[in-house]
């Protein structure tokens, strides 16, 4: 099965674009898919901003999270849900898959264009979608897939047309408004990596000779900052209240990021989840299954240090300033070098035949566990819910397992076969988790028509957590209570006349305890938590339907007046 010929390699390849297309729009519209809880903080100010009828200034119900980032995300929500008459998870997110695909198809011109061979455009942009991060960042109503785009596009042109280089005000300008974008998107503090990516890549261009860079390139840097910064400055021109931009994104968002919060500044750079060692670590668990050849790039690219590239030299110089740059906050986060994964990826394609085949079969090892636990979840699950997965997707699972035993069979389908395999993985995850964005995961229609208009109280363990459920209960007025309160539903009842309550399987008391209650529908949910024996009782003893699943209960309080008092804003998702 060894894939020879041009004409054979290209149908693969292509093929396996179009796969990634697929998995990257499967399931986009599901409340599981895998994502950042700060999407619905997105969610929250998107829909009051909306609702306001006018761009700024942002508008939020949260305590401190009014102008958690700048506006461009917030409109862009604006845009595609039309003012918030579309609300629905697919248009917020959509555009975040289109930037992602985007900065794929950067990645395969320059891999084509740098090899001349169209093989290694394939894999540098299939490499990058492969990469769980891509998968989990790339797709949600988050800041990072547009922030990814802007902010790669000027080295791409630099990349892509060597004699940008020496182009004196055009090119530098038009940097400069990509670079605006980004910031308008994600922060002002993109500033240094940008700032030293671009002098490093200039400077490096004139063979180090400083005072040749400062006479010819220096004003280049300065002038594609400058536009970038008058750019981002434009929100405070044009937001009513400037002042509290400067408050709470300037120094709450940005300089707040220095305070340890507890721990001196060089105790929390070297222990801890925030350490330094951790932060480093992000570079090999942001390509999931890819991990290994990740690995091996960097064992490679030391090996080859005098043999490298200069284009190699380059993209190296992007990836050590943006690891530099966000290792200086207090709080540092494998999220923060995002950014410099469409780099990584192009050194993989770019090295892709001196990374070791042992090492692309440890990675196909992996997926082949990760398939075999999905299929186990599911058999479990589908043990306890008869026809829960269709034929499709016991077809998908037995498909994916067997593409990764081929791949680790055939020699010559190993390297062709890793990141299609890699994207069948996601591909099984997304179906795994669909049934639960389905009737088995929502509230019926009766359901959602019995609490449209009425206020319903749900929990919630993430700020800004209840915005997921007015997608499952359009219409309904949502307010959220914190989990960590443990409320029973007769607690519910005592302050609310409807409201949601989360059950575990076992649970076989009255209505959760609350007798007189009337329930008005149940969905099935995942727990996001398990204690060490549970999680034990899973793996040995087949417990997954008992402990990864939880049952939501929509439930009407008996009828009279809540005597209980109002939450205060820490017992809330505020």
């Known amino acids: 099965m060894k894939l020879t010929g041009a004409n054979l390699r290209l149908s693969w390849y292509v093929l396996a674009c179009l796969l990634a297309v697929l998995t990257y729009f499967c399931g986009l519209d599901g409340q599981h898919i895998p994502k950042n809880g700060d999407e619905y903080v997105y969610e929250h100010i998107t829909r009051l901003t909306a609702d306001s009828d006018k761009l700024l200034p942002l ?117 400069g408004v990509s670079i605006g974008i980004g910031f308008l998107y994600k922060s002002f503090a993109l500033g240094l990596p940008v700032t030293l990516g671009l002098a490093g890549w200039y400077l490096h261009q004139r063979h180090y000779r400083v005072t040749e860079f400062i006479r010819q390139d220096a004003l280049k840097v300065v002038v594609a900052i400058a536009v970038a910064v008058a750019m981002f400055a434009m929100w405070f021109a044009l937001d009513p209240d400037p002042q509290a931009v400067w408050k709470e994104f300037v120094v709450g968002e940005n300089v707040g990021k220095f305070d340890p919060h507890g721990p001196s500044y060089l105790s929390k750079l070297f222990w801890g989840g925030s350490s330094i060692w951790s932060y480093a ?60 994964m469409p780099a990584v990826a192009l050194l993989c394609a770019l090295n892709w035949q001196h990374i070791g085949r042992r090492v692309f079969i440890a990675s196909l090892v992996l997926a082949g566990g990760v398939i075999a636990f999905i299929a186990y979840l599911a058999v479990r699950l589908q043990a306890e819910i008869p026809d829960t997965y269709p034929l499709t997707f016991w077809l998908l699972i037995a498909g994916a397992g067997i593409l990764a035993l081929l791949a680790i069979a055939i020699p010559g389908f190993t390297r062709p076969g890793i990141n299609v395999v890699a994207l069948l993985v996601l591909l099984c995850l997304a179906a795994f988790l669909r049934p639960l964005d389905g009737a088995l995961g929502n509230y019926s229609a009766g359901a959602q028509h019995y609490a449209s208009g009425k206020d319903v109280a749900v929990p919630c363990n993430f700020r800004a957590m209840d915005e997921g459920h007015r997608f499952m209960l359009p219409g309904a007025q949502i307010s959220g209570y914190s989990e960590e309160q443990n409320l029973t539903a007769s607690d519910l009842a005592a302050r609310y006349s409807l409201f949601a309550v989360q059950l575990a399987q076992n649970d076989n008391t009255q209505n959760g305890g609350c007798a007189d209650c009337k329930i008005i529908g149940q969905r099935l949910d995942i727990r996001g938590r398990q204690s060490s024996v549970e999680l034990k009782e899973m793996l040995l003893e087949g417990k997954v339907f008992q402990h990864l699943f939880i049952r939501e209960v929509l439930m009407e309080s008996p009828a009279g007046i809540k005597i209980s008092p109002p939450l205060t804003l820490a017992q809330t998702c505020r």
């Open 59 to 175: 508008q939020s119900q949260l305590d401190n999270m009014r102008n958690t980032k700048p506006p461009m995300l917030y409109w862009q929500g604006i845009a595609s849900t039309g003012w918030g008459r579309n609300w629905t998870l697919w248009n917020l997110r959509y555009p975040s898959v289109i930037y992602t695909l985007l900065t794929a198809a950067m990645l395969f011109m320059l891999g084509w264009k740098l090899s001349k061979r169209v093989e290694t455009g394939f894999i540098a942009a299939l490499t990058f979608l492969a990469f769980f991060t891509t998968y989990r960042f790339g797709r949600p109503f988050l800041t990072n897939p547009p922030e990814v785009f802007w902010i790669f596009l000027p080295f791409f042109v630099l990349l892509y047309w060597r004699q940008a280089f020496a182009s004196r005000w055009l090119i530098p300008l038009l940097l």
């Open 281 to 340: 670590l992000a570079f090999l668990t942001n390509p999931g299954l890819l991990t290994f050849p990740v690995a091996a790039l960097f064992f490679v690219a030391y090996r080859r240090r005098g043999q490298l590239s200069n284009e190699e030299k380059l993209l190296w110089i992007w990836i050590a300033v943006m690891f530099l740059s966000f290792a200086l906050p207090s709080q540092r986060s494998g999220r923060y070098l995002l950014a410099a």
